[in-house]
């Protein structure tokens, strides 16, 4: 049976299943490049963030696409073909960061219409603490042929979150820290504060004291005091990264059916004509 959503350390067989690297750092984004050259699992190969998992901040129309938009669906094709996956891999992404970002390969993974892949859970940490070993030997990867099908996602655009202001069309979801939320700390926002309406579900909040996910019983409790109906939710964040955090904690629940808002609040906050709330 496919695994489609998380799976632990013991049941990895770096042999047989496509490991991806993702780690990151926001703050310096050749963090994980190094981190992965000082040790990684046994024959996972490496993405970075900016580079393979996101395309170019500006937009068709000239205006600014966020910090992380989504790449054209053909150049994520192509980076997968690089990285060796093929129709039948199956992916297993990690970080170690508690699936921060590895939640984005998973949802991107799936958002190009394939199912079988599933995030460590509980990364990089769970994997030592499980007695697996990790290597700096160089990976020989040979040319995957996966090709794009049928979407298992969904988007939302800018446009599209605006005309649901005011109305109970959508449920939006904001996957940042509270305080961030708030607009207490711009740290990494251009603007503090969040679009107006939005809900808090801090991205960590999925998860037990360990790092790895809580319970599909614990998380359907939780998600129950915001949202209503799944399908009817919008899940965002900074630039469209831990929102697919929460995302995956909906797929663990058996929540299915929420979309994801790429651009976030860095798309979102760059036009001064679009409000913003701030505060609780």
Known sequence: MPYTTLIQASAINPATHLLIDC???????????IAYAGGHLPTARFVQLDDDLSGPKTAADGSFAGRHP??????????????????DSQVIVYDAHGGMFAARLWWMLRWAGHAQVAVLDGGLPAWIAAGGVTTTATVSVTRGNISARPTLTRTVDVDQVLASLGSTTLTIVD???????????????????????????????????????????????EFAGVITIPADSVMQCGSG?????????????????????PGSWS?????????VATGS
């Open 23 to 33: 780690r990151h750092d926001l703050a310096n984004p050749e963090a994980g490049r």
């Open 70 to 87: 989504l790449p054209a669906m053909d150049d994520f094709i192509e980076t997968l073909r690089r990285l060796g996956v093929n129709d």
């Open 175 to 221: 996957a940042r820290a509270a305080d961030r939320f708030r607009g207490e700390n711009e740290t990494l926002d251009r603007v503090g504060g969040h679009i107006p309406g939005a809900k808090n579900r801090f991205f960590k909040d999925n998860l037990q004291a360990d790092g790895r996910f809580k319970t599909a019983d614990q998380l359907r409790t």
């Open 241 to 261: 990264v831990t929102a697919c955090h929460n995302l995956l904690a909906l797929e663990i629940a058996g929540l299915t059916g929420a979309a994801l808002y």
């Open 267 to 275: 798309q979102w906050s760059a036009d001064t004509a679009r409000p």
